[in-house]
């Protein structure tokens, strides 16, 4: 028996956030500009920053700022 309750608010965003959402309309030219202007910033990064952990975290966090950019668009719209 779970301890907690959700409320109905937290569930439905739950379900929306472990649902697939297909791409649909300018969705997936959207989807590639940021992750093109992602690739852009990251060569960047890699060109200024010497190798390093920092720079390994740099380019990890670009990557979940890909990821949740693009999910903001499949989750919301």
């Known amino acids: 028996m779970p301890k907690?309750?959700?409320?109905?608010?937290?569930?439905?965003?739950?379900?929306?956030?472990?649902?697939?959402h297909s791409p649909k309309d300018d969705q997936p030219g959207r989807y590639v500009e940021i992750r093109?202007?992602?690739?852009?910033?990251?060569?960047t990064i890699c060109q200024c920053a010497p190798t390093s952990r920092?720079?390994?975290?740099?380019?990890t966090d670009l990557e979940k700022v890909v990821t949740?950019?693009?999910?903001?668009?499949?989750?919301?719209e």
């Open 68 to 76: 949740m950019a693009n999910k903001a668009i499949a989750c919301n």
């Open 36 to 43: 093109d202007k992602a690739k852009e910033l990251a060569i």
């Open 54 to 59: 920092e720079r390994s975290i740099a380019l």
């Open 4 to 20: 907690y309750q959700i409320d109905e608010n937290l569930l439905n965003q739950l379900n929306n956030s472990y649902t697939y």
